[in-house]
Protein backbone atom coordinates (compact mmCIF):
# COMPACT_ATOMS: atom_id res chain seq x y z
CA UNK A 1 0.00 0.00 0.00
CA UNK A 2 1.84 3.31 -1.18
CA UNK A 3 2.12 5.86 2.03
CA UNK A 4 1.12 9.12 1.51
CA UNK A 5 3.60 11.89 0.49
CA UNK A 6 1.87 14.11 3.34
CA UNK A 7 4.32 12.33 5.49
CA UNK A 8 7.38 14.98 4.93
CA UNK A 9 6.56 17.71 7.03
CA UNK A 10 9.75 19.73 5.95
CA UNK A 11 12.52 19.76 3.55
CA UNK A 12 14.21 18.41 5.83
CA UNK A 13 12.43 14.87 6.28
CA UNK A 14 13.22 15.10 2.22
CA UNK A 15 16.66 15.13 2.30
CA UNK A 16 16.85 12.42 5.51
CA UNK A 17 15.04 10.17 2.97
CA UNK A 18 17.33 10.74 0.11
CA UNK A 19 20.09 9.88 2.09
CA UNK A 20 18.51 6.61 3.20
CA UNK A 21 17.66 5.72 -0.18
CA UNK A 22 21.33 6.30 -0.68
CA UNK A 23 22.03 9.98 -2.20
CA UNK A 24 25.30 10.30 -0.55
CA UNK A 25 26.90 7.05 -2.04
CA UNK A 26 26.48 8.01 -5.55
CA UNK A 27 26.65 10.55 -8.52
CA UNK A 28 30.39 11.67 -7.59
CA UNK A 29 31.30 13.54 -3.94
CA UNK A 30 28.86 15.73 -2.23
CA UNK A 31 29.17 19.76 -2.45
CA UNK A 32 29.89 21.19 0.55
CA UNK A 33 25.77 22.67 -0.26
CA UNK A 34 24.77 19.12 -0.21
CA UNK A 35 26.66 18.18 3.21
CA UNK A 36 25.75 21.06 4.91
CA UNK A 37 22.27 19.83 3.98
CA UNK A 38 22.88 16.27 4.88
CA UNK A 39 24.26 17.63 8.48
CA UNK A 40 21.12 19.59 8.76
CA UNK A 41 19.00 16.24 8.56
CA UNK A 42 21.23 14.02 10.54
CA UNK A 43 19.50 13.15 13.57
CA UNK A 44 16.23 13.23 11.90
CA UNK A 45 14.86 9.19 12.19
CA UNK A 46 13.21 7.84 8.89
CA UNK A 47 11.04 4.83 9.28
CA UNK A 48 11.73 1.53 7.31
CA UNK A 49 8.40 1.11 5.83
CA UNK A 50 8.59 4.75 4.08
CA UNK A 51 11.97 3.62 2.58
CA UNK A 52 10.53 0.75 0.98
CA UNK A 53 7.70 2.39 -0.07
CA UNK A 54 9.69 4.83 -1.78
CA UNK A 55 11.72 2.49 -3.31
CA UNK A 56 9.56 0.28 -4.87
CA UNK A 57 7.53 3.36 -6.22
CA UNK A 58 10.67 4.69 -7.69
CA UNK A 59 11.86 1.31 -9.44
CA UNK A 60 7.91 1.76 -10.82
CA UNK A 61 9.31 4.77 -12.86
CA UNK A 62 7.17 7.08 -10.61
CA UNK A 63 9.02 9.90 -8.65
CA UNK A 64 7.89 10.29 -5.50
CA UNK A 65 10.58 12.71 -4.15
CA UNK A 66 10.32 15.08 -6.77
CA UNK A 67 6.32 14.84 -6.29
CA UNK A 68 6.92 15.53 -2.29
CA UNK A 69 9.23 18.55 -3.34
CA UNK A 70 6.78 20.35 -4.95
CA UNK A 71 4.14 19.78 -2.59
CA UNK A 72 6.47 20.95 0.26
CA UNK A 73 8.19 24.21 -1.78
CA UNK A 74 5.17 26.16 -3.52
CA UNK A 75 4.98 27.30 -6.95
CA UNK A 76 6.26 30.63 -6.40
CA UNK A 77 9.07 29.80 -4.64
CA UNK A 78 10.48 26.77 -6.68
CA UNK A 79 9.82 29.41 -10.02
CA UNK A 80 13.12 31.56 -7.88
CA UNK A 81 15.05 28.98 -9.65
CA UNK A 82 12.86 28.00 -12.67
CA UNK A 83 11.78 24.48 -10.54
CA UNK A 84 9.01 23.19 -13.04
CA UNK A 85 9.22 19.84 -13.06
CA UNK A 86 7.95 17.98 -16.34
CA UNK A 87 5.41 15.30 -16.55
CA UNK A 88 6.15 11.66 -17.52
CA UNK A 89 4.96 11.17 -20.76
CA UNK A 90 6.60 14.27 -22.32
CA UNK A 91 10.10 12.68 -20.93
CA UNK A 92 9.55 9.56 -22.20
CA UNK A 93 8.47 11.13 -26.12
CA UNK A 94 11.94 13.24 -25.41
CA UNK A 95 13.96 10.35 -24.44
CA UNK A 96 12.48 7.75 -27.26
CA UNK A 97 13.10 10.47 -29.80
CA UNK A 98 16.70 10.76 -28.45
CA UNK A 99 16.67 7.08 -29.08
CA UNK A 100 15.63 7.11 -32.14
CA UNK A 101 18.18 9.62 -33.99
CA UNK A 102 21.18 7.21 -32.14
CA UNK A 103 22.99 6.47 -29.21
CA UNK A 104 24.81 8.72 -26.94
CA UNK A 105 28.29 7.87 -25.06
CA UNK A 106 26.87 10.38 -22.24
CA UNK A 107 23.75 12.17 -21.27
CA UNK A 108 23.54 15.62 -19.95
CA UNK A 109 20.65 17.44 -18.80
CA UNK A 110 20.99 21.25 -17.56
CA UNK A 111 18.70 20.92 -14.92
CA UNK A 112 18.65 17.99 -13.13
CA UNK A 113 15.80 18.35 -10.53
CA UNK A 114 14.94 15.11 -9.52
CA UNK A 115 16.73 13.22 -12.47
CA UNK A 116 13.48 12.15 -14.39
CA UNK A 117 14.85 12.77 -17.53
CA UNK A 118 18.57 10.73 -16.86
CA UNK A 119 16.49 8.31 -15.58
CA UNK A 120 14.82 7.45 -18.63
CA UNK A 121 17.68 7.83 -20.38
CA UNK A 122 19.82 5.66 -18.26
CA UNK A 123 17.19 2.60 -19.46
CA UNK A 124 17.40 3.63 -22.50
CA UNK A 125 21.21 3.68 -23.23
CA UNK A 126 22.65 1.72 -20.69
CA UNK A 127 26.54 2.42 -21.58
CA UNK A 128 26.28 5.95 -21.36
CA UNK A 129 27.32 8.09 -18.69
CA UNK A 130 24.92 10.28 -17.30
CA UNK A 131 25.65 13.76 -15.86
CA UNK A 132 23.02 15.87 -14.18
CA UNK A 133 23.38 20.25 -13.15
CA UNK A 134 21.43 22.04 -10.67
CA UNK A 135 22.14 25.02 -8.39
CA UNK A 136 19.42 23.42 -5.82
CA UNK A 137 21.20 20.82 -3.41
CA UNK A 138 18.42 19.25 -2.29
CA UNK A 139 17.37 18.99 -5.71
CA UNK A 140 21.00 17.33 -6.13
CA UNK A 141 20.43 14.80 -3.53
CA UNK A 142 16.89 13.97 -5.10
CA UNK A 143 18.32 12.98 -8.30
CA UNK A 144 21.28 11.03 -6.34
CA UNK A 145 18.61 9.16 -4.43
CA UNK A 146 16.61 8.53 -7.67
CA UNK A 147 19.89 7.48 -9.58
CA UNK A 148 21.02 5.19 -6.86
CA UNK A 149 17.65 3.60 -6.15
CA UNK A 150 16.96 2.77 -10.03
CA UNK A 151 20.73 1.33 -10.03
CA UNK A 152 22.47 3.97 -12.73
CA UNK A 153 23.76 5.99 -9.69
CA UNK A 154 28.01 3.58 -11.11
CA UNK A 155 27.59 5.81 -13.88
CA UNK A 156 26.21 9.28 -12.70
CA UNK A 157 27.57 12.55 -12.26
CA UNK A 158 25.83 15.30 -9.79
CA UNK A 159 27.39 18.89 -10.53
CA UNK A 160 25.81 21.56 -8.32
CA UNK A 161 26.44 24.46 -10.20
CA UNK A 162 25.43 26.58 -13.04
CA UNK A 163 25.00 24.85 -16.32
CA UNK A 164 26.70 28.26 -18.26
CA UNK A 165 29.89 27.27 -16.64
CA UNK A 166 29.88 23.33 -18.15
CA UNK A 167 31.86 23.00 -21.01
CA UNK A 168 33.53 19.68 -20.83
CA UNK A 169 33.08 17.85 -23.66
CA UNK A 170 33.79 13.87 -24.73
CA UNK A 171 34.87 12.11 -28.10
CA UNK A 172 31.48 10.34 -29.06
CA UNK A 173 27.54 12.22 -29.64
CA UNK A 174 26.11 13.71 -26.25
CA UNK A 175 22.80 14.04 -25.61
CA UNK A 176 21.53 17.39 -23.82
CA UNK A 177 18.68 17.13 -22.46
CA UNK A 178 15.99 18.40 -20.14
CA UNK A 179 13.71 21.07 -19.19
CA UNK A 180 15.80 24.44 -18.67
CA UNK A 181 14.36 26.29 -16.01
CA UNK A 182 12.75 29.29 -16.77
CA UNK A 183 13.30 32.45 -14.97
CA UNK A 184 12.38 35.71 -16.44
CA UNK A 185 15.28 38.64 -16.45
CA UNK A 186 14.43 40.89 -13.76
CA UNK A 187 15.73 37.63 -11.53
CA UNK A 188 18.97 37.57 -13.65
CA UNK A 189 22.11 39.20 -13.07
CA UNK A 190 23.94 41.93 -14.39
CA UNK A 191 27.02 40.32 -14.90
CA UNK A 192 24.99 37.07 -16.57
CA UNK A 193 23.43 39.28 -18.92
CA UNK A 194 26.62 40.21 -19.91
CA UNK A 195 27.78 36.82 -20.74
CA UNK A 196 24.92 36.19 -22.79
CA UNK A 197 25.77 39.36 -24.90
CA UNK A 198 29.78 38.45 -24.65
CA UNK A 199 28.60 34.83 -25.94
CA UNK A 200 26.03 35.44 -28.50
CA UNK A 201 28.62 38.11 -29.96
CA UNK A 202 31.21 35.29 -30.63
CA UNK A 203 28.93 33.47 -33.12
CA UNK A 204 28.18 36.80 -34.70
CA UNK A 205 24.08 36.93 -32.86
CA UNK A 206 22.66 40.16 -30.86
CA UNK A 207 21.34 39.38 -27.89
CA UNK A 208 18.50 40.98 -25.55
CA UNK A 209 19.27 41.79 -21.85
CA UNK A 210 15.44 41.15 -21.37
CA UNK A 211 16.05 37.01 -22.32
CA UNK A 212 14.67 34.59 -20.06
CA UNK A 213 17.21 32.01 -18.51
CA UNK A 214 16.54 29.35 -20.99
CA UNK A 215 17.71 31.42 -23.73
CA UNK A 216 21.02 31.44 -22.06
CA UNK A 217 20.71 27.48 -21.58
CA UNK A 218 19.71 27.05 -25.32
CA UNK A 219 23.80 29.74 -25.72
CA UNK A 220 25.11 27.70 -23.56
CA UNK A 221 24.37 25.06 -25.20
CA UNK A 222 24.88 25.54 -28.63
CA UNK A 223 28.18 27.59 -27.52
CA UNK A 224 30.02 24.13 -25.58
CA UNK A 225 28.47 21.44 -27.85
CA UNK A 226 30.36 20.00 -31.22
CA UNK A 227 29.14 18.85 -34.11
CA UNK A 228 27.26 15.31 -33.84
CA UNK A 229 25.94 16.58 -30.38
CA UNK A 230 22.05 16.59 -30.79
CA UNK A 231 19.27 17.38 -28.14
CA UNK A 232 15.75 17.96 -26.93
CA UNK A 233 14.70 20.88 -24.86
CA UNK A 234 10.95 21.40 -23.49
CA UNK A 235 10.62 25.22 -22.59
CA UNK A 236 7.90 27.98 -22.45
CA UNK A 237 7.04 29.15 -25.72
CA UNK A 238 7.56 32.52 -26.04
CA UNK A 239 10.73 32.60 -27.72
CA UNK A 240 9.27 31.62 -31.07
CA UNK A 241 7.71 35.02 -30.93
CA UNK A 242 9.37 37.56 -28.88
CA UNK A 243 11.83 40.09 -29.89
CA UNK A 244 14.35 38.39 -27.51
CA UNK A 245 13.43 34.98 -28.68
CA UNK A 246 15.57 35.97 -31.85
CA UNK A 247 18.49 34.36 -30.55
CA UNK A 248 17.08 30.82 -30.17
CA UNK A 249 15.83 31.26 -33.32
CA UNK A 250 18.89 32.50 -35.13
CA UNK A 251 20.64 29.57 -32.93
CA UNK A 252 18.18 27.05 -34.20
CA UNK A 253 18.40 27.96 -38.02
CA UNK A 254 22.45 27.83 -37.31
CA UNK A 255 24.79 26.22 -34.98
CA UNK A 256 22.18 24.57 -33.00
CA UNK A 257 20.81 22.88 -35.95
CA UNK A 258 16.98 22.65 -34.91
CA UNK A 259 14.85 19.91 -36.28
CA UNK A 260 11.56 19.87 -35.24
CA UNK A 261 9.40 22.24 -32.53
CA UNK A 262 6.35 21.26 -31.19
CA UNK A 263 4.29 23.11 -28.82
CA UNK A 264 1.76 22.02 -26.26
CA UNK A 265 -1.03 23.98 -25.46
CA UNK A 266 -1.79 24.63 -22.07
CA UNK A 267 -4.48 22.34 -21.57
CA UNK A 268 -2.58 19.43 -21.72
CA UNK A 269 -1.01 20.87 -18.39
CA UNK A 270 3.03 20.75 -20.25
CA UNK A 271 4.07 22.31 -16.66
CA UNK A 272 2.09 21.54 -13.74
CA UNK A 273 2.41 24.53 -11.83
CA UNK A 274 1.55 27.32 -14.30
CA UNK A 275 -0.97 27.25 -17.43
CA UNK A 276 1.77 28.25 -20.19
CA UNK A 277 2.22 27.34 -23.62
CA UNK A 278 5.24 24.59 -24.35
CA UNK A 279 7.64 24.23 -26.71
CA UNK A 280 9.55 20.71 -27.22
CA UNK A 281 12.84 21.75 -29.36
CA UNK A 282 15.04 19.00 -31.30
CA UNK A 283 18.54 19.32 -32.85
CA UNK A 284 21.47 18.34 -34.28
CA UNK A 285 24.46 20.17 -33.54
CA UNK A 286 25.96 21.88 -36.99
CA UNK A 287 23.32 20.07 -39.00
CA UNK A 288 21.57 21.75 -41.57
CA UNK A 289 17.87 20.55 -42.76
CA UNK A 290 16.30 21.84 -45.70
CA UNK A 291 12.94 22.15 -43.59
CA UNK A 292 12.21 22.41 -39.80
CA UNK A 293 9.09 20.19 -38.79
CA UNK A 294 6.14 22.22 -36.67
CA UNK A 295 3.62 20.78 -34.81
CA UNK A 296 0.90 21.55 -32.44
CA UNK A 297 -0.81 19.75 -29.70
CA UNK A 298 -4.00 20.19 -27.23
CA UNK A 299 -3.65 16.80 -25.05
CA UNK A 300 -0.58 14.22 -24.11
CA UNK A 301 -2.13 11.50 -25.73
CA UNK A 302 -1.34 13.14 -28.92
CA UNK A 303 2.07 13.77 -28.64
CA UNK A 304 3.08 10.18 -29.81
CA UNK A 305 6.39 11.23 -31.43
CA UNK A 306 8.97 14.27 -32.15
CA UNK A 307 9.98 14.82 -35.42
CA UNK A 308 6.49 15.37 -36.83
CA UNK A 309 4.23 17.93 -38.51
CA UNK A 310 4.39 20.29 -40.85
CA UNK A 311 7.66 21.13 -42.88
CA UNK A 312 8.41 24.61 -43.32
CA UNK A 313 11.65 25.42 -45.22
CA UNK A 314 14.25 27.33 -43.55
CA UNK A 315 14.90 30.26 -45.87
CA UNK A 316 10.92 30.92 -44.90
CA UNK A 317 11.88 30.58 -41.42
CA UNK A 318 14.54 33.16 -41.96
CA UNK A 319 12.74 35.58 -43.26
CA UNK A 320 9.54 35.24 -40.60
CA UNK A 321 10.34 37.50 -37.37
CA UNK A 322 7.75 35.29 -35.19
CA UNK A 323 7.27 31.27 -35.93
CA UNK A 324 3.69 29.76 -33.53
CA UNK A 325 1.85 30.49 -36.32
CA UNK A 326 3.59 28.26 -38.30
CA UNK A 327 2.60 25.44 -35.87
CA UNK A 328 -1.19 26.30 -36.21
CA UNK A 329 -3.52 24.75 -39.45
CA UNK A 330 -3.37 26.21 -42.51
CA UNK A 331 -6.09 24.44 -43.63
CA UNK A 332 -8.92 25.94 -46.21
CA UNK A 333 -11.48 28.00 -44.27
CA UNK A 334 -15.47 26.66 -44.30
CA UNK A 335 -16.74 28.10 -47.17
CA UNK A 336 -17.76 32.22 -46.97
CA UNK A 337 -15.17 32.40 -44.04
CA UNK A 338 -12.27 34.70 -43.90
CA UNK A 339 -9.67 35.32 -42.21
CA UNK A 340 -10.06 39.07 -40.19
CA UNK A 341 -7.37 40.17 -41.57
CA UNK A 342 -9.04 40.20 -45.07
CA UNK A 343 -11.29 42.53 -43.70
CA UNK A 344 -9.76 44.42 -41.12
CA UNK A 345 -5.91 45.81 -40.42
CA UNK A 346 -5.12 44.99 -36.54
CA UNK A 347 -2.69 47.96 -35.48
CA UNK A 348 -1.65 48.30 -31.46
CA UNK A 349 -2.34 51.33 -29.85
CA UNK A 350 0.71 54.36 -29.45
CA UNK A 351 3.16 53.45 -26.68
CA UNK A 352 2.71 56.85 -24.12
CA UNK A 353 6.07 56.31 -22.87
CA UNK A 354 4.89 57.66 -19.62
CA UNK A 355 1.41 57.27 -18.35
CA UNK A 356 1.70 59.17 -15.70
CA UNK A 357 2.60 62.38 -17.98
CA UNK A 358 0.62 61.98 -20.95
CA UNK A 359 -2.72 60.65 -19.39
CA UNK A 360 -3.80 63.67 -18.19
CA UNK A 361 -4.55 64.79 -14.25
CA UNK A 362 -4.26 67.50 -12.26
CA UNK A 363 -0.86 67.90 -13.45
CA UNK A 364 -2.49 69.42 -16.83
CA UNK A 365 -4.98 71.27 -15.93
CA UNK A 366 -6.20 74.39 -18.36
CA UNK A 367 -4.79 72.69 -21.30
CA UNK A 368 -7.14 73.17 -24.17
CA UNK A 369 -9.77 70.69 -25.43
CA UNK A 370 -7.98 70.49 -29.07
CA UNK A 371 -5.29 68.42 -26.75
CA UNK A 372 -7.20 66.04 -25.12
CA UNK A 373 -8.36 62.56 -26.11
CA UNK A 374 -10.99 60.06 -24.77
CA UNK A 375 -8.69 57.17 -25.09
CA UNK A 376 -8.83 53.33 -24.26
CA UNK A 377 -6.57 53.47 -20.97
CA UNK A 378 -7.31 49.99 -19.26
CA UNK A 379 -8.31 46.51 -20.62
CA UNK A 380 -11.46 46.79 -18.38
CA UNK A 381 -13.39 49.76 -20.10
CA UNK A 382 -12.71 46.86 -22.92
CA UNK A 383 -14.13 44.24 -21.31
CA UNK A 384 -16.49 46.07 -19.29
CA UNK A 385 -18.35 47.49 -22.08
CA UNK A 386 -20.32 44.35 -23.18
CA UNK A 387 -19.58 44.52 -27.40
CA UNK A 388 -20.40 48.33 -27.58
CA UNK A 389 -18.97 51.75 -26.20
CA UNK A 390 -21.34 55.03 -27.03
CA UNK A 391 -20.40 56.60 -24.26
CA UNK A 392 -16.52 58.15 -23.44
CA UNK A 393 -17.21 60.41 -20.27
CA UNK A 394 -15.87 57.74 -18.19
CA UNK A 395 -12.59 57.51 -20.33
CA UNK A 396 -9.51 59.28 -19.26
CA UNK A 397 -7.88 61.77 -21.58
CA UNK A 398 -4.46 61.35 -23.24
CA UNK A 399 -2.84 64.60 -23.93
CA UNK A 400 -1.60 64.11 -28.01
CA UNK A 401 0.37 67.63 -29.10
CA UNK A 402 1.10 68.21 -32.52
CA UNK A 403 4.72 67.92 -33.85
CA UNK A 404 4.53 71.25 -34.97
CA UNK A 405 3.33 73.16 -31.85
CA UNK A 406 3.25 76.33 -34.74
CA UNK A 407 -0.45 74.42 -35.54
CA UNK A 408 -1.30 75.89 -31.93
CA UNK A 409 -3.02 79.05 -31.83
CA UNK A 410 -1.05 81.72 -29.77
CA UNK A 411 -3.30 81.28 -26.41
CA UNK A 412 -3.23 77.51 -26.58
CA UNK A 413 0.40 77.56 -27.40
CA UNK A 414 1.30 79.24 -24.21
CA UNK A 415 -0.69 76.85 -22.29
CA UNK A 416 1.15 74.13 -24.02
CA UNK A 417 4.72 75.21 -23.24
CA UNK A 418 3.55 75.68 -19.90
CA UNK A 419 2.43 72.31 -19.54
CA UNK A 420 5.59 70.63 -21.31
CA UNK A 421 7.93 72.76 -18.61
CA UNK A 422 5.98 70.73 -15.88
CA UNK A 423 6.32 67.89 -18.43
CA UNK A 424 9.89 67.74 -18.32
CA UNK A 425 9.94 68.03 -14.48
CA UNK A 426 8.23 64.66 -14.02
CA UNK A 427 11.23 63.08 -16.58
CA UNK A 428 8.84 62.55 -19.99
CA UNK A 429 11.94 64.18 -22.57
CA UNK A 430 14.11 62.05 -20.70
CA UNK A 431 12.22 58.32 -21.29
CA UNK A 432 13.61 55.55 -24.09
CA UNK A 433 10.66 56.31 -26.28
CA UNK A 434 10.65 60.15 -26.26
CA UNK A 435 13.89 60.15 -27.11
CA UNK A 436 12.96 57.65 -30.01
CA UNK A 437 9.74 60.18 -31.39
CA UNK A 438 10.25 63.38 -34.07
CA UNK A 439 9.52 65.31 -31.21
CA UNK A 440 9.23 64.28 -27.60
CA UNK A 441 5.85 65.43 -26.60
CA UNK A 442 3.77 64.03 -29.53
CA UNK A 443 2.57 60.90 -28.15
CA UNK A 444 0.76 60.30 -31.88
CA UNK A 445 -2.45 58.67 -31.30
CA UNK A 446 -3.87 56.78 -34.24
CA UNK A 447 -7.54 57.29 -35.54
CA UNK A 448 -10.27 56.58 -33.73
CA UNK A 449 -10.53 52.82 -34.72
CA UNK A 450 -14.01 51.72 -35.06
CA UNK A 451 -13.75 48.30 -33.20
CA UNK A 452 -11.47 47.94 -30.58
CA UNK A 453 -9.79 44.44 -28.82
CA UNK A 454 -8.22 43.28 -25.95
CA UNK A 455 -4.82 41.39 -26.69
CA UNK A 456 -3.50 40.00 -22.88
CA UNK A 457 -5.55 38.80 -20.35
CA UNK A 458 -5.97 35.40 -19.01
CA UNK A 459 -9.17 35.05 -20.94
CA UNK A 460 -10.00 35.69 -24.76
CA UNK A 461 -10.02 38.68 -25.93
CA UNK A 462 -12.92 41.07 -25.65
CA UNK A 463 -13.87 43.76 -28.33
CA UNK A 464 -16.02 46.30 -28.47
CA UNK A 465 -18.13 48.65 -31.30
CA UNK A 466 -16.47 51.99 -31.13
CA UNK A 467 -19.46 54.22 -31.25
CA UNK A 468 -17.90 56.77 -29.20
CA UNK A 469 -14.72 57.60 -31.54
CA UNK A 470 -12.41 56.77 -28.80
CA UNK A 471 -8.59 56.78 -29.66
CA UNK A 472 -7.12 53.79 -27.71
CA UNK A 473 -2.98 53.27 -26.08
CA UNK A 474 -1.06 50.17 -26.53
CA UNK A 475 -3.27 48.03 -23.81
CA UNK A 476 -5.58 47.63 -26.77
CA UNK A 477 -5.56 47.09 -30.67
CA UNK A 478 -7.90 48.60 -33.26
CA UNK A 479 -9.22 46.75 -36.04
CA UNK A 480 -9.75 49.34 -38.83
CA UNK A 481 -11.86 48.27 -41.90
CA UNK A 482 -9.75 47.67 -45.54
CA UNK A 483 -13.46 48.42 -46.89
CA UNK A 484 -16.54 50.07 -45.79
CA UNK A 485 -18.24 48.07 -43.67
CA UNK A 486 -21.61 49.44 -42.69
CA UNK A 487 -22.62 49.32 -38.73
CA UNK A 488 -24.70 46.26 -38.59
CA UNK A 489 -21.96 44.29 -40.44
CA UNK A 490 -19.58 45.61 -37.54
CA UNK A 491 -21.78 44.83 -35.13
CA UNK A 492 -22.53 41.18 -36.74
CA UNK A 493 -18.51 40.89 -36.90
CA UNK A 494 -17.95 42.19 -32.63
CA UNK A 495 -20.58 40.05 -31.99
CA UNK A 496 -19.21 36.95 -33.59
CA UNK A 497 -15.91 38.25 -32.38
CA UNK A 498 -16.96 37.97 -28.70
CA UNK A 499 -18.47 34.73 -28.63
CA UNK A 500 -16.18 32.66 -31.28
CA UNK A 501 -12.66 33.28 -30.37
CA UNK A 502 -10.81 31.02 -27.74
CA UNK A 503 -7.58 31.50 -26.14
CA UNK A 504 -6.18 28.82 -28.23
CA UNK A 505 -6.00 31.03 -31.24
CA UNK A 506 -3.11 33.06 -29.68
CA UNK A 507 0.25 32.41 -27.12
CA UNK A 508 0.01 31.21 -23.69
CA UNK A 509 2.81 32.80 -21.37
CA UNK A 510 3.98 31.11 -18.08
CA UNK A 511 1.72 32.23 -15.70
CA UNK A 512 -1.14 31.94 -18.27
CA UNK A 513 -1.43 35.35 -19.78
CA UNK A 514 -2.88 34.81 -23.27
CA UNK A 515 -1.33 37.34 -25.86
CA UNK A 516 -2.77 38.08 -29.53
CA UNK A 517 0.13 40.03 -31.34
CA UNK A 518 -1.80 42.37 -34.39
CA UNK A 519 -0.44 39.41 -37.16
CA UNK A 520 -1.97 36.63 -34.82
CA UNK A 521 -5.30 38.32 -34.62
CA UNK A 522 -5.77 38.88 -38.15
CA UNK A 523 -5.46 35.29 -39.38
CA UNK A 524 -8.51 34.77 -37.01
CA UNK A 525 -11.71 33.10 -38.93
CA UNK A 526 -14.43 35.15 -39.36
CA UNK A 527 -17.37 35.30 -41.46
CA UNK A 528 -17.16 37.21 -44.23
CA UNK A 529 -18.68 40.17 -45.62
CA UNK A 530 -22.24 38.26 -47.14
CA UNK A 531 -22.41 36.39 -44.18
CA UNK A 532 -22.00 39.40 -41.77
CA UNK A 533 -24.89 40.80 -43.97
CA UNK A 534 -27.07 38.06 -43.66
CA UNK A 535 -26.87 38.06 -39.97
CA UNK A 536 -24.41 35.47 -38.88
CA UNK A 537 -23.26 36.05 -35.70
CA UNK A 538 -22.32 32.12 -34.82
Given at each position: MKLPLSLFSSEADLVAMTLALGAAGVGGPLSGAEIALAKSAADLSVDPRIVADLRSRIMAAEDPLGDAFSALRSPNVRRENGATYTPAPIVQTMVDWAANTRTPCRVVDPGVGSARFLIRAGEKFPKAELIGIDVDPLAALMARANLAVSGYGARARIILGDYRRFHEQVDGSTLYIGNPPYVRHHQIAAPWKEWLAVEAAKLKLPASKLAGLHVHFFLATASSAKPKDFGAFITASEWLDVNYGALVRSLMLGRLGGKSITVIEPTAQPFPDAAATAAISTFEIGAKPASVYFRRIEDLASLNELGRGRRVHRERLAAESRWSHLTRSSEKPPEGYVELGELCRVHRGAVTGANGVWIAGTHSLGLPETVLFPTITRAREVLEADGLLSDSQRLRRVIDLPTDLDELDTPARKIVEKFLKVAKAMGANTGYVARNRKAWWAVGLRAAAPIISTYMARRPPGFILNKADARHINIAHGLYPREH??????????????????????????????????????????????????????
Open positions: LGEAVQERLVAFLQSNISQKSGRTYAGGLTKFEPREMERLIVPGPALLAAGVTS
